[in-house]
């Protein structure tokens, strides 16, 4: 496996790969875990070399969030993407990728609005930005996403349609704990009573999907009975509970079968967890 710093040096590299080979793409922010070599593996399935990035992208922290604090594990890293099959780490510095007098950024307005976006004001611009300028080093022609962050991803097919990007979006399924716990660098975060009441999240999701499934669609009633659940545990404060339409994030008042995302965030102690399925 390859280690490349320099965006230079990257996209040259690309560049010639390109002229008789496919490149799949996966942007990480690193302390790889299942999801992310989920989907390294299937970027190795589709093409012919799998370039993967690590960046821990400051533009995406609001100040007091945990960018400083965000697990960071170098040669552990390393040593997965490469027995997931990686054949270039790109490992770009905070300093490569912003210089000083950086200032163009990518912001897709609408879709950006609700749910983690209302929440963190300041994070989709950060990850279009990132995510662009990693597209413009790596030119894949194929990008894997997971579906745990499912707005990330729908604001990221976004921009590339409008901005007519020459990249195929590829959603991944999320990859679940033995618990169900959807997995996330973050949950390093949680001790171990916080990591007993995470599991609330997917059972919230499971009820709804349970309900949907008896034939209630009022999303009033769903949610509320998604807040009790979660309230049942301990350490549990919800950010927000959700029931959008998938492809324009406006909020439902009845599901929508085949057209609905049911999201949520939530507080467990101090660490902010999101998970979601889509109807
Ligand atoms: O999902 C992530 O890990 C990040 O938001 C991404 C896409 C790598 C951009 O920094």
């Excluded at 919800?238 to 492809?247: A, G, L, M, V």
Aim: overall charge neutral; glycine content about 4%.
């Amino acid at each position: 496996m390859k280690i490349i710093k320099d965006i230079k040096e990257m996209q040259n590299l690309s560049k010639n790969l390109k002229k008789d080979k496919s490149i799949g793409f996966v942007a990480t922010m690193g302390f790889l875990h299942e999801g992310h070599l989920s989907l390294a593996h299937q970027a190795k399935e589709q093409n012919d070399v799998v370039v993967m990035s690590i960046f821990v992208n400051p533009l995406q922290f609001a100040e007091g969030e945990d960018f400083n604090t965000y697990p960071r594990d170098r040669k552990r890293d390393e040593k997965l993407a490469e027995e997931a099959g990686v054949d270039i780490l790109f490992f770009p510095s905070p300093e490569e990728m912003y210089p000083e007098n950086f200032q163009t950024h990518i912001n897709v307005e609408k879709l950006t609005q609700v749910l983690e976006g209302a929440s963190r004001p300041l994070f989709f611009k950060g990850v279009t930005t990132v995510v662009c300028k990693l597209f413009n080093a790596v030119k894949p022609i194929r990008a894997y996403f997971g579906e745990k962050d499912a707005q990330q991803l729908i604001v990221i097919k976004k921009m590339v349609e409008d901005l007519n990007m020459d990249v195929e979006i590829v959603p991944m399924p999320i990859i679940r704990e033995y618990d169900e716990l959807a997995m996330s660098s973050r949950n390093k975060y949680l001790n171990p009573e916080e990591r007993k009441s995470a599991v609330s999240l997917y059972k919230a999701l499971k009820k709804a999907k349970q309900m949907i499934d008896d034939k209630i669609f009022d999303t009033k009633i769903i949610i509320q009975n998604m807040e009790k659940i979660i309230s049942s545990y301990p350490f549990t404060h919800i950010d927000y509970i959700s029931i959008n339409h998938i492809s324009n994030l406006k909020s439902l008042k009845y599901i929508e079968i085949g057209k609905t995302l049911i999201s949520l965030a939530v507080f467990v102690g101090k660490t902010r967890l999101i998970d979601n399925i889509w109807i």
